[in-house]
């Protein structure tokens, strides 16, 4: 059964860097694309962007382009999210999300990661 | 981008009720909608895709209709396992936004 499993919840300074990774297994990875989401806490969803899984080519919405990367280790299925220079408002729970038959919508999404950034 | 607007932003039911949700959009998107359930800590479900095709494994007391701007999520009997948040997704072009979610809460 496909499943995505998230990196666990981190908790970081203002300025410091994360990275999540998302572990892919179920399917074949390069097979299927994969979606970044946000959400804040009490907010609702907010679409970062995707990354082809084959090319490893990065799509970033408005509002997530300079500190926000996407990347790729196809040799153990995992993708990931790093996130620099961290702001208190990048406090929010980030999910990855298989891309159905690179149609856009999401039918498989890890469990999230909480980021916390306090000082 | 698109903008995505869902009415109501929440609302109380009954269980065995019918309820509807709307979505609307700020322009065209044919049918490239889909709706997702979330519970609370937990990940959002994908229920329908292409605004009306129903996701494997979801029961078919959900049903989804509308295309081009104006769309619907219809639950035909309410279940006690379907109070949750529902979110409204276009996916016509980028960024992919979704709508501010529908809170069904029990009355």
């Known amino acids: 059964q496909v499943q995505l499993v998230q990196s666990g919840s981190e908790l970081k300074k203002p300025g410091a860097s994360v990275k999540v990774s998302c572990k892919a297994s179920g399917y074949t990875f390069t097979n299927y694309a994969m979606n970044w989401v946000r959400q804040a806490p009490g907010q609702g969803l907010e679409w970062m962007g995707w990354?082809?899984?084959?090319?490893?080519?990065?799509t970033y919405a408005q509002g997530f382009t300079g500190r926000f990367v996407f990347s790729l280790d196809t040799s153990v299925s995992t993708a990931y999210l790093q996130i620099s220079s961290l702001k208190a408002e990048d406090t929010a729970v980030y999910y990855c999300a298989r891309v159905y038959d690179s149609s856009g919508y999401s039918d498989h999404w890890g469990q999230g990661t909480l980021l916390t950034v306090s000082s | 981008a698109i903008r995505m607007t869902q009415s109501p932003s929440s609302f109380s039911a009954s269980t065995g009720d019918r309820v509807t949700i709307t979505c609307r959009a700020s322009?065209?998107?044919?049918?490239?909608l889909a709706w997702f359930q979330q519970k609370p800590g937990k990940a959002p479900k994908l229920l329908i895709y292409?605004?009306?095709t129903l996701q494997s494994g979801v029961p078919s007391r959900f049903s989804g209709s509308g295309s081009g701007t104006d769309f619907t999520l219809t639950i035909s009997c309410l279940q006690s396992e379907d109070f949750a948040t529902y979110y409204c997704?276009?996916?016509?072009?980028?960024?992919?936004?979704f709508g501010q979610g529908t809170k069904l809460e029990i009355k």
């Open positions: 997704q276009q996916y016509y072009s980028y960024p992919y936004t």
């Open positions: 990354i082809n899984t084959n090319t490893g080519n990065p």
């Open positions: 322009q065209g998107l044919s049918s490239y």
């Open positions: 292409a605004a009306s």
